[in-house]
């Protein structure tokens, strides 16, 4: 990182964003380090970032493009790009694709989502057109019904697949049920959402010669966050330097961490954004270093994924580490946890998928889906004892487990991403 650079960033930030120039008002005007500014608060942010009288912009709305962000969590929200702004972006995100093992010639079918403001699917797209290595693009989506992506895919020979995991796993449903063969596609890219072990299982079977991996680490709101490290961990990454900085704040004291294997929200600083300062922003995630190479991290999950039930919180994360212990012989492809209130209180649902074919459903016994059910209750509940403390105090209703298949969990019809949790209850 250039020290110039970030010192003529935030200068430029401070004279021309009303935002930061409330945000650094009492800092002494030669403050150029990050660790001297405070982090910016994502709910402040967004309130003064508005598509009316907005106080973040360094400048007049007259030439850029406009993207959706935020639209799985919370109301969407507005980010731009410049045209000089979007072309190193999506210039530094293709460099990294090199590291997912894309080779000159692939042909890559894209299908994330696009329309309605979404970014993802013209990011890949022009990230793949600015690649280093020669590839043929197949711009599919997201939203094309799988009748006719199927096919499409066959008959042009799709040796790379990008999409977020619950795209690529409703692909990898579809072609086992139907008996499909894709033999040719041997690289699944995924991002936008974690990949977690039982999706990588329905994945498996569906492509059993592909290997799937993380395409990259961005949003449309931080920008470049994270290029892609080649090895058995999906889940680790390294800065985009020079474009973009990335921290890794301790939870409690806000004190950036440098040692590895220590937990910490990542907070991002995009070096190439003007137009809307991007400055110590949470991305929204935890990460850890690694110790392994200069700026490797590893992704945790999101800092917010969550719910709380009645008195009790519990993650995704516990849940996913429950199914996991329970189902040994790898059944569960998918999993949401749902939240619903009836009779004055609380309850948590755990939707499950099961594969294409599975023979536990509508079977009982330990050969069917009942036992299964139960040990996934026991393992969650020993994890959080919170919980069956709280129904035997009547605080909430017992956890309890539905069936599904992995089309019927709800995902975000704008972004095509899992919805990891559902909240039913009325509010009103």
């Known amino acids: 990182m250039s020290a110039q650079q970030l010192s003529d960033l935030i ?7 009303p935002f930061y120039r ?5 800092l002494p005007p030669d403050a150029d380090r990050l660790v001297d500014l405070p982090v910016v608060d994502q709910q402040e942010f967004w309130a003064a970032n508005t598509l009316h009288d907005n106080r973040v912009l360094t400048g007049p709305l007259s030439e850029a493009t406009v993207y959706k962000t935020g639209g799985t969590t919370g109301s969407p929200k507005f980010s731009v790009y410049t045209r000089d702004e979007w072309r ?3 210039s530094a995100f293709g460099q990294g694709l090199v590291d997912t093992g894309l080779r000159p010639g692939h042909r890559v079918a894209d299908l994330f989502y696009a329309g309605e403001l979404y970014a993802s699917f013209l990011f890949l797209l022009d990230s793949l057109a600015h690649a280093p290595v020669d590839n043929v693009r197949l711009p599919i989506g997201g939203a094309a019904p799988l ?3 199927v096919p499409t895919l066959g008959d042009l020979s799709a040796q790379v697949l990008t999409g977020t995991p619950t795209t690529l796993c409703r692909l990898a449903e579809h072609v086992v049920a139907t008996g499909v063969r894709l033999d040719s596609v041997e690289l699944l890219l995924f991002g936008g959402e974690a990949l977690f072990a039982d999706q990588r299982r329905l994945l498996a079977t569906a ?3 592909a290997e799937a991996r993380s395409v990259g680490y961005a949003s449309v709101d931080a920008g470049l966050l994270g290029r892609p490290v080649p090895g058995p961990d999906a889940r680790v990454h390294r800065a985009f330097s020079p474009h973009s900085v990335v921290e890794i704040l301790d939870d409690t004291t806000g004190e950036p961490i440098t040692e590895p294997g220590r937990p910490g929200r990542v907070v991002v600083t995009s070096l190439f954004r003007r137009l809307m300062p991007v400055i110590r922003y949470p991305a929204g995630d935890r990460a850890e270093w690694t110790g392994t190479g200069d700026g490797h991290f590893r992704i945790l999950g999101r800092a917010d994924e969550g ?3 009645g008195p009790v919180s519990l993650y995704t994360q516990d849940a996913q580490q429950a199914v996991a212990a329970a189902d040994t012989a790898g059944r569960v492809v998918g999993m949401q946890l749902v939240v619903r209130r009836w009779e004055g209180r609380d309850g948590l649902v755990l939707r499950l998928a099961t594969a294409p074919g599975d023979p536990g459903r509508g079977t009982g016994g330990a050969g069917g889906l009942e036992a299964l059910a139960e040990a996934v209750v026991t393992e969650l509940e020993t994890v959080r004892p919170l919980y069956p403390d709280s129904v035997r105090a009547g605080f909430v209703h017992p956890l309890s487990v539905e069936w599904a298949r992995h ?7 704008r972004s095509g991403k899992l919805v990891r949790v559902l909240d039913e209850r009325p509010t009103a």
């Not at 200068?11 to 964003?17: D, E, G, L, V, W």
């Not at 409330?22 to 009492?26: E, M, T, V």
């Not at 089309?407 to 019809?413: A, E, F, G, Q, S």
């Open 22 to 26: 409330d945000l650094y008002a009492s």
């Open 11 to 17: 200068r430029f930030a401070r004279h021309n964003s």
């Open 147 to 149: 009748e006719s992506t």
């Open 407 to 413: 089309r019927d969990l709800t995902v975000n019809p």
């Open 307 to 309: 719910v709380r039930v």
């Open 207 to 209: 492509f059993p010669r």
């Open 88 to 90: 190193t972006f999506v």
